[in-house]
């Protein structure tokens, strides 16, 4: 399965691409300077084709084409939406590599029904040998025995194949498996200042420490299939308030008591969690058959806008673009994560080869992240 405008170096970066707070269209050409300077493809949002075709123009050219997340209330079930799957591709045929569609609670009892229009989009996109793949993402909770059985039945269907959101995978894991040691305990409704967390901490945290080797099983699980796997990467936890993942992996949940000497507590992976997924994606996956989105949405910060400031000389109130800036640079410390562990792997295997000790490499701003 060639993912065409995703495939070339193992282990692809692309990153969010999206104006992230209001203004005019100078924050997307923020958005284009910054990532032609970090080198990092695109993933964009984009409701509709002509949505799409108006944010493309912003996107800088790069040796991947962009992968697009349709809207999320897009539901393959239905012909209708098919046919909008299909539009998109048929439109953007040779401009874009991907197409992100999410999975829904019914498709779980209506299974058959997912796999015949599944198919029936397949066949329509092999008319076009340029046109994108299809990616159904892991996005609404349901069993991960399910999703893996999906797309073992498509195996053959070329076209299309998966996506697996680590956020969405490693919260349902963290949450089952703290409700096996505390029946009837619903971890998402604890919160923060629940006067139980410091005894149930421990658990939480054991609980938390499972996300990781689930997603890699996951991983395994659709590599060995032999097609084009995307990934959309972001950490989480589940006493988060509200939205509990889309964080940087550079992040970490501040409580307000002590535990293991520090007022913080652990995400589900962490920048050692992240290397563990790029290079056991890259060891399951065929070569250069997968790709990594950075889907971080939750960053707050100002960033002085120093050589792009040219860009808002209209402005008379800078603080968005700051903002918009900040959360850029928050993208390309993730995607230099990325890039790392990939190199690091590559390394590694090439020491196994040789069977020569190499020392691995490790950024010094996140070394103490690490231990």
């Known amino acids: 399965m060639n993912g065409r405008g995703l495939s070339g170096v193992p282990g692809c970066v692309h990153a969010l691409f999206q104006q992230r707070v209001d203004g005019d269209e100078a924050l997307l050409r923020l958005a284009?300077?910054?990532f032609a300077q970090m080198g990092t493809a695109a993933e964009v949002y984009a409701?509709?084709?002509?949505?799409?075709?108006?944010v493309l123009r912003f996107v800088p050219p790069h040796?991947?084409?962009?992968?697009?997340?349709?809207?999320?209330?897009?539901?393959?079930?239905?012909?209708?939406?098919?046919?909008?799957?299909r539009e998109f591709a048929d439109r953007f045929a040779g401009r874009v590599a991907g197409l992100v569609?999410?999975?829904k609670r019914e498709m779980g009892?209506?299974?058959?029904?997912?796999?015949?229009?599944?198919?029936?989009?397949?066949?329509?996109?092999?008319?076009?040998?340029?046109?994108?793949?299809?990616?159904?993402?892991?996005?609404?909770?349901?069993?991960r025995g399910w999703f893996i059985e999906v797309a073992e039945r498509l195996q053959d269907a070329e076209r299309v194949s998966c996506c697996i959101d680590v956020g969405h995978v490693g919260l349902r894991q963290v949450v089952a498996r703290f409700g096996d040691s505390h029946p009837g305990l619903n971890l998402k409704k604890l919160g923060l200042e629940n006067p139980r967390l410091p005894d149930l901490v421990a658990d939480i945290q054991d609980a938390v420490a499972t996300a990781l080797p689930h997603v890699l099983d996951v991983t395994r699980s659709l590599g060995r299939l032999g097609k084009h796997v995307h990934f959309h990467l972001h950490d989480?936890?589940?006493?988060?308030?509200?939205?509990?993942?889309?964080?940087?992996?550079?992040?970490?949940?501040?409580?307000?008591?002590?535990?293991l000497d520090r007022r913080s507590l652990n995400m589900m992976?962490?920048?050692?969690?992240?290397?563990?997924?790029?290079?056991?994606?890259?060891?399951?996956c065929p070569p250069r058959?997968?790709?990594?989105?950075?889907?971080?949405?939750?960053?707050?910060?100002?960033?002085?806008?120093s050589d792009a400031a040219w860009l808002f000389d209209h402005w008379q109130n800078t603080t968005n673009a700051e903002r918009m800036n900040y959360w850029l640079s928050v993208l390309s410390e993730n995607a230099m994560l990325i890039r790392t562990a990939n190199r690091n792997y590559r390394m590694r295997s090439n020491q196994d080869a040789a069977n020569i000790r190499i020392p691995q490499l490790t950024p010094p701003w996140c070394a103490e992240l690490l231990t």
């Open 269 to 284: 992976y962490g920048p050692g969690g992240l290397a563990s997924i790029v290079s056991t994606a890259i060891d399951a």
């Open 101 to 103: 569609v999410h999975d």
């Open 109 to 143: 009892a209506q299974t058959d029904r997912l796999l015949a229009g599944m198919r029936e989009l397949n066949a329509r996109l092999c008319q076009r040998p340029d046109g994108p793949l299809v990616f159904l993402e892991y996005a609404a909770g349901l069993d």
């Open 236 to 259: 989480g936890h589940p006493l988060v308030p509200g939205l509990r993942d889309h964080f940087s992996f550079l992040t970490r949940l501040p409580i307000p008591f002590s535990y």
């Open 63 to 85: 040796p991947r084409l962009p992968v697009v997340h349709l809207s999320r209330g897009v539901n393959v079930l239905h012909g209708r939406d098919r046919a909008l799957v």
């Open 47 to 54: 409701d509709t084709p002509d949505q799409l075709e108006h």
């Open 32 to 34: 284009g300077l910054r």
């Open 289 to 305: 058959e997968v790709s990594f989105t950075l889907e971080i949405h939750q960053v707050e910060g100002r960033l002085p806008l």
